[in-house]
């Protein structure tokens, strides 16, 4: 018998394990619901998109007891039932019930015991859908330290749900909170769909609600209250909910205006009978003293641009010790396959096609997670909310709001976490504003590019004993771009329609310890994104260009092969490495990458460039380093001789003899790379992003126009000062 009865609860857990009750988890901006999914939830997390939006999904699998498994799903932070941005709608659909992907069981609602008056205005909307609901009260330590005492019980009873206190950053609480959750779901349907309003429904409305019951039956008054308001959205018969509307000269805004009165006349009630608070004119809190510092009208401005650039500066220097060491990782496997592999061209494609592409995937992959480590430490902390309040008139000036400030800083180090970043963005104008104009920041991949053409064309100059011409040079790249980025936005602005308005309606969190484990979490969740989703274009687009760059028409190639051949018969043996360099340079010009190259170069011959810095612009958009690289090839340089590279590019000539890099040609190329869109990445992220290819087509296409004008002009003019 016993035996038996182990199967049976075996197959139960297993049943339940395969089919989970649905748990939605809902609450206020800045409430802990955050906290409180990566509590529960742990690493057990899955990330997707809501269907039709780019609002992340994130789902995880929580064991409530022995023989009770659920899927909690968190939806976007909301205030009310009331939605105004794109996040907002997706969590109303979910609780009214239309979204199809997503029907919960119970919704698990976050209050923050430190602002319940505002907290208990979704709370008491959501009561009166007549679902099964669980309270979780957070911040319940910064309650007490701002001395409010909360009559747990007593709230309960005038609520009629159980109210459960926690502290997702200690995990205090959640064994409560998962025994309240199980006995809310096995409770018997009516102790929730007979509670009482919190308010009652207006009197004048019921004749509407009367007949559109008949549309959607089962409907408690609330939710057909709201089908009559939004039937656009939520409705299949939207037509008949207008015409009813307009039978009876339903007005929305009046309605909800009423019912928003009603419902804090009666929390102020509750809140008078469980809740003390303190003396209003007491002392000011550490988050108001702090913030008449970090928000002052010229100390907060210095403090910002001194966090920026030691967060930016922590990328470089904490990524660059694991992005060497994976870059030396493929390095020692290559070198291994190259020495056991047989000369083939599958070794070629594996060594130089395959791998070389994942290697410019992995490489990315330590500035992703140290970024999004560091910018979750920023937002744990409460300080991000402060950066976007600094820098929102400026960002709005350009059809940008404060939030974009963020992933534009982020471009400095890489342009796909920064795409990424942007997410936090409510308004989808001004979200696809930011992810169109961020490339135009340079990136770290720019860096090689710069370096190499300052150091042919600009002289070792100092003004004042301290400022290098160079310095000032590369500094000057770093502001165009950021000038055009805000100038495209500004003009982009006027093209791009959206009916939805513009708010920066900004609260400020108290600051608070980050949670490390949320880091963690986070840093795991973007690295994989990126590597997933992300690499699978890339290696696509790397197998294309190593193709193109190592194969080229039959008779050119085979005529190549045979004078190599030939000549290495005759040469003396310290003559062949530079005869292998030679071969692959000739192999690159006339391979189909190459052809290319002569064939765009009618069109980059007014910008100064020959067909070899015409294939270097086709490679490079594999990664704008590779021009490097690919001058290295051309020019039969050992890539890791910087020197020689430089003194082969800068003795270069032309067939007439002149030089190749001259001053003006110099400046253009910079000036190039500084504005096109030149990584494929890039591309890859801001399609995910956007879920079309629309969006990183015309970005392609604007970015190399602005960027070909911009270097003709600057080609041109420095010729004229130079002749």
Known sequence: MRLLCNTFAAKLYKNLHKNPVHIALVGNPNSGKSSLFNALTGLNQQVGNFPGVTVDKKTGDVQLD????????????????????ADEWVAYKVLMGVDETVQPELVLLVADASNLKRNLLFCSQILDLKVPVVVALTMTDLAKKTNINIDIAGLER????????????????????????????????????NRANFVPIDAANTPLLQQVEPLHPNFVPYKAL????????????????????????FNSTKTQANEILQRFTRIRSIMQNTVVEPDPLQKKLFTEKLDNVLLHKVWGYGIL???????????????????????NAFSAVNQWLLLHLPTAWYSDLLVNGLLAGLNGILVFVPQIMILFG???????SGYMARISFLSDKLMRKSGLNGKSVMPMISGFACAVPAIMSARNIENQKERLLTLLVTPFISCSARLPVYTILITLVVPKTYFLGILSLQGLVMMALYILGVVLALASSYIGKWFIKSVEKSFFILELPTYREPRWKNVLVTMVEKAKVFVVDAGKIIIVISLIIWFTSNYGPAERMERITQNYEQALAQAPAEEHPQLEKNFAAQKLANSYAGIMG?????AIAPLGYDWKIGIALITSFAAREVFVGTMATL????????AGLREKMQAATTENGTPVYTLPTALSLMVFYALAMQCMS????????????????IQLVGMTVIAYLASWLTYTVALAFTA
């Open 682 to 697: 890039t591309l890859a992220i801001v399609k995910r992003e956007t879920k079309t290819w629309k969006w990183p087509l």
């Open 158 to 193: 005038e609520l009629g749900v159980q109210i459960i206190p926690v502290n997702p950053r200690k995990n205090k609480g959640l064994p409560a909170l998962k025994k309240a959750i199980v006995q809310t779901l096995v409770a018997p349907k009516h102790s929730f769909e």
């Open 598 to 602: 002569k064939a765009i170069e009618p």
């Open 635 to 642: 020019y039969s340089a050992d890539e890791e001789d910087g």
């Open 66 to 85: 022995d023989t009770h498994a659920a899927l909690l799903i968190d939806l976007p932070g909301t205030y009310s039932l009331y939605p105004r941005r």
């Open 374 to 380: 560091l910018i979750t430490i920023l937002e744990d």
């Open 226 to 249: 709201h089908f009559v308001m939004n039937g656009d959205v939520l409705s299949t018969n939207a037509g008949a909910l207008q015409q009813l509307a307009t039978n009876h000269s």
């Open 305 to 327: 641009l001194t966090t920026l650039f030691l967060l930016f500066q922590s990328i470089f220097w904490l990524a660059q010790y694991p992005m060497d060491a994976i870059d």
